[in-house]
């Protein structure tokens, strides 16, 4: 293939009239419609000079068009870089330029708090609303409808998503071609999905979940998206009886059982429910398939990996677990410090080497070689067990970790900002249980000697630096930080006692 992926995913539906999304409105865009749509964006971005392996970054709010960019991208051999919507343009200077991007598409309302940092960086910008319109559609309105796509080889660049780290400044993972090519073939296969399939797809699209899982399984197979801008439960509610299957993080099973007119009937016609992303409590299992008569089919998968395991789709979809590795994927568990295998049914590392394995962090090869073992595995840092059955769980995280309605959170990225503000001596940042988003933040803050911390100012001085979502949801104030010998902080007994 010319263009491996670009040819699987969309070129294969090029001229069909079949519906691939379909509107809130009831409005349907076919698989020609989209690709016409993709293939005039592919010229806007070629005219503008940008060559195969470029970057481009993306902080758009989510729409039809802003999927077509993906599409475009890879039909150009672009590399996409999608950006969260909530990130501050503190954030975004780090990625635009880490990553060397050489066309940043934003929202027009933050046009304005961008171009001053694309100018400095020789980054060209454009703009793409929410409603479609904006800069971009604008110059793609100027071209043809068909493009040809750009050779580009299975092993070749096609995203860079960033995740943050332990040491608070992110990094980016390189997805190649066939990274993605290989996980959504896997997954549509092993999760039974066909052209007459209809996903219901409110998940962002920045990320793994909404855009490789999600938008990928889909377009491999031929089905269609009823594409819904953002999580909404009344309209999820409202369109369930047109769709086959849902994917989503824990929070979306949990706020659906929260609503009355979720139920049996409603859920009729649905073929599969799908949860990832972040901890599924076996509870919401256990509720979710007393009132559906469905079993969610919870998978395991992470930025730098795609998905890795899966609980079957025939056969038992085990609560708390995440099922086996998938087709393709080897998993083992080891111990941290030998590297090696541990027994079977104890805790250890979860390690993973497969197609689906990214090739490294942009330009950190300390930390790739870190992370990526010479032999292709990959240390996760989530720290698992395998049972008897050959079920992997994950009992917990070796990583500094908190994930919040499905949304990663670096303690340490947060706590940089944190001592930085007037009378903070230190900090540390955990998560604490929360109902809605499995996890939420809480700042814990030492005063410097003789000083006063004013909470509601330090909140304030977040607001511009740090996304809304990680910002702690509550500040506490201790004379110190509880330490171990070797003087690292428990944040084990700050969750206990801020916790409730
Ligand atoms: C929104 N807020 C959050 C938040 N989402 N705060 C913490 N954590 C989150 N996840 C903030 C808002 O800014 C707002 O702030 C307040 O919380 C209430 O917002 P809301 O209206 O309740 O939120 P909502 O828009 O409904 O969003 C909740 C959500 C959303 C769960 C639907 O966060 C979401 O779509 N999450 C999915 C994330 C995802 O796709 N993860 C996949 C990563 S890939 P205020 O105070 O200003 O009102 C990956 C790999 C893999 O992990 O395995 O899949
Ligand atoms: P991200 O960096 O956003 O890709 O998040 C990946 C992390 O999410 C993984 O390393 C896990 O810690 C977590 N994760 C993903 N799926 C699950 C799941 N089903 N259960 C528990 N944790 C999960």
């Not at 539906?13 to 993709?38: E, Q, S, V």
């Not at 971009?136 to 299975?154: K, N, P, S, Y």
């Not at 959170?409 to 903070?424: A, F, M, R």
Request: charged share 25%; net charge negative; hydrophobic share 40%.
């Amino acid at each position: 293939m010319a263009n491996p992926l670009y040819d699987t995913l969309f070129g294969r539906h090029d001229g069909k009239d079949t519906p691939f999304l379909m509107l809130r409105d009831g409005a349907k865009i076919t698989h020609a419609d989209f690709l016409g749509r993709a293939a005039r964006i592919a010229h806007a971005l070629t005219d503008a000079g940008l060559k195969p392996g470029d970057r481009v970054a993306a902080q758009v709010e989510k729409s039809p068009e802003a999927l077509a960019l993906y599409a475009a991208c890879a039909q150009a051999g672009l590399v996409f870089l999608p950006l969260n919507t909530a990130y501050t343009v503190d954030e975004l200077s780090y990625f635009i330029e880490d990553s060397g991007a050489r066309m940043v598409i934003c929202d027009p309302v933050g046009e304005a708090g961008l171009t001053p940092l694309c100018d400095r960086l020789g980054a060209q910008i454009l703009t793409l609303g929410a409603d479609g319109h904006g800069g971009l559609m604008a110059q793609a309105a100027r071209h043809e409808d068909r493009f040809e796509t750009v050779a580009r080889e299975g092993s070749d660049l096609a995203a860079f998503l960033y995740t943050s780290g332990t040491t608070g400044r992110s990094k980016g993972a390189m997805l190649t071609q066939d990274n993605l090519i290989s996980n959504a073939v896997t997954l549509a296969e092993h999760w039974r999905f066909t052209q007459d399939d209809v996903l219901l797809h409110a998940l962002p699209i920045f990320h793994t979940h909404g855009l490789f899982v999600a938008t990928n399984v889909t377009a491999v197979s031929g089905a269609a998206m009823i594409f819904l801008p953002k999580f909404d439960v009344g309209a999820l509610i409202d369109l369930m009886p047109k769709a086959t299957a849902l994917m989503g993080v824990p929070t979306f099973y949990t706020r659906l059982l929260g609503e009355e007119r979720f139920t049996k009937q409603l859920t009729a016609g649905m073929r599969l429910f799908i949860s990832g992303s972040a901890p599924l409590l076996a509870e919401t299992h256990v509720e979710f398939e007393k009132r559906t008569g469905h079993r969610i089919l919870e998978r395991y998968g992470m930025t730098e990996t795609n998905m890795n395991t899966s609980n079957p789709y025939e056969g038992e979809r085990r609560a708390g677990t995440v099922g086996f590795p998938l087709p393709g994927v080897e998993l083992k568990i080891t111990d941290r410090e030998t590297g090696e295998e541990v027994p079977q049914g104890e805790v250890g590392l979860i390690e993973v080497r497969g197609p689906n394995v990214f090739k490294g962090y942009w330009q950190m090869p300390e930390k790739t070689k870190a992370e990526l073992r010479e032999d292709g595995f990959f240390l996760t840092g989530d720290l698992g067990r395998i049972d008897a059955d050959g079920y992997v769980s994950i009992v917990g995280r070796d990583k500094d970790l908190i994930i919040s309605g499905g949304y990663n959170i670096y303690p340490k990225e947060i706590e940089l900002v944190l001592d930085e503000q007037p009378g903070v001596l230190e900090s540390a940042v955990i998560g604490v249980k929360d109902a809605d988003f499995g996890e939420s933040v809480v700042g814990v803050l030492v005063p410097r000697p003789g000083a006063e911390i004013d909470r509601d100012a330090v909140m304030a001085a977040l607001q511009g630096s740090l996304a809304r979502f990680k910002q702690p949801r509550r500040l506490e104030i201790l004379d110190e930080l509880p330490r171990n010998t070797m003087g690292k902080v428990q944040k084990n007994l700050l969750r206990e006692r801020f916790g409730g």
